[in-house]
């Protein structure tokens, strides 16, 4: 028997029986489906439309949030869900959630703690936009609800918080993690306790609505939550000082429904301004018509180089070198719109207060008529209509006294 012949025919036949399983084991099993999600903002239009998310969307495990005044969702949904979603009957857009960086504006200059003397007013803006006369007066905002939305407001003795609500995702508390809220609580609500500090609406109901987080971060999703809860809780304004560089549709929806729910909504211009000015760098949500967007002066009445400009500028106000409150329970000196902002909302809570009966629209439009006309004759980019002073608004009382 020749052995070496048969060896080769066996070592032959092995690898004929081998190359074929070797192949088959190299071909998977190819899985086309991907399971990655992304955050969405879904509208619809009818039942038909809201049925149609339930059965894309498995609501036990999807983290679904429905906004109490529109037909609109958030959900988690895979490609290939928002392309389903997308051909169905009813679903009027699909926009995904976006998040920004340094939502709440950042302050120009730098952050410097100050001392605050007892009877002491230690912030220049109160004086220049005429504060005392509306305290002098008897208005403080009493029976007026603010919400802020922000990175939360802390507690501070200067501050009285009536409640609030968190809409970030990693904590149910609406406490200050940042600093920001905090600061902009004190321009417009700081108690006349003797303490030095006063806001211009001391008696005001403030709300605490925490939509950014320890890094002043936001999304669009938490902003049209914030501007949701405010409808829902019958607030009168809604203070933004934040700023996104891009518009939202979603949340655009969501300003329309506060607006026709007799909000006032004022928000900072945001602090992208530029030497020339010469272009338009007002940010969202102030950008929006719905939206009061206000630039910011400094103490010689001239517009702050960080300020924004643009054809939506409204209102003017103090923003560099403010004194409020800070996070730690202390005082702080900070510069930006919005810190200008606050102004605006305080002098529009007296305005409530002064004439209860008047609608959004109409404080808007005394707001516009009663400032103080900078810059170029009528409404202009740096300026808008001009700066916010109590005694000029008191000089034309006849706007809202009929309403």
Same mark, same amino acid.
């Given at each position: ?29 190819? $899985?086309?489906?991907? +399971?990655?999600?992304?955050?969405? =903002?879904?509208?619809? /239009? *009818?039942?038909? %439309?809201?049925?149609?998310? !339930? ?122 993690? $940042?600093?920001?809220? +905090?600061?902009?609580?004190?321009? =417009?609500?700081?108690? /006349? *306790?003797?303490? %030095?500090?006063?806001?211009? !609406? ?105 300020s924004s400009s643009g054809s939506d500028i409204e209102l003017t106000a103090p923003g ?27 002098? !529009? ?55």
């Amino acid at each position: 028997m020749n052995f070496k012949n048969s060896k080769l025919k066996l070592t032959a036949l092995i690898a004929t029986i081998a190359i074929p399983l070797t192949l088959s084991l190299y071909v998977p099993t190819m $899985n086309t489906t991907d +399971t990655t999600t992304q955050r969405y =903002i879904v509208s619809y /239009s *009818n039942d038909q %439309g809201k049925e149609q998310i !339930a059965q894309v969307a498995d609501q036990s495990t999807n983290d679904l949030h429905a906004f109490n005044h529109l037909n609109m969702v958030a959900v988690n949904l895979t490609n290939d869900q928002k392309n389903d979603l997308a051909t169905q009957s009813g679903i009027t857009s699909i926009e995904q959630n976006t998040t920004y960086t340094s939502a709440a504006q950042a302050f120009g200059g730098n952050i410097k703690t100050v001392n605050v003397k007892g009877n002491e007013q230690a912030s220049w803006g109160y004086g220049t936009i005429d504060a005392q006369m509306a305290s002098d007066s008897g208005y403080t905002g009493k029976g007026v609800k603010i919400a802020i939305l922000d990175t939360g407001i802390s507690a501070h003795s200067e501050l009285n918080i009536a409640g609030g609500v968190s809409e970030v995702g990693y904590t149910q508390s609406y406490a200050d993690d $940042n600093g920001h809220g +905090t600061f902009v609580a004190g321009v =417009i609500g700081a108690q /006349s *306790n003797g303490k %030095g500090l006063v806001g211009e !609406a001391p008696d005001a109901q403030i709300y605490a609505v925490k939509i950014l987080d320890s890094k002043g971060n936001g999304s669009t999703e938490d902003l049209a939550k914030g501007v949701d809860w405010a409808i829902q809780n019958h607030m009168d304004i809604v203070n933004m000082s934040i700023a996104f560089p891009e518009g939202s549709p979603a949340v655009e929806q969501v300003l329309a429904s506060a607006d026709q729910n007799g909000i006032l909504l004022i928000a900072a211009a945001g602090n992208k301004g530029t030497a020339s000015a010469a272009t338009d760098t007002v940010q969202y949500p102030a950008k929006s018509s719905h939206v009061i967007a206000v630039a910011a002066i400094d103490d010689n009445l001239q517009r702050a180089d960080f300020s924004s400009s643009g054809s939506d500028i409204e209102l003017t106000a103090p923003g560099v070198d403010i004194v409020s409150t800070s996070s730690n329970g202390k005082y702080e000196l900070r510069s930006g719109t919005s810190v200008a902002a606050p102004f605006v909302t305080g002098m !529009a809570a007296i305005l409530k207060q002064a004439y209860p009966g008047s609608t959004n629209a109409q404080i808007r439009q005394a707001l516009n008529q009663g400032s103080i006309d900078l810059g170029a004759a009528g409404q202009d980019n740096l300026y808008g209509n001009g700066m916010i002073s109590f005694q000029h608004l008191l000089g034309k009382a006849s706007i809202l006294a009929s309403k």
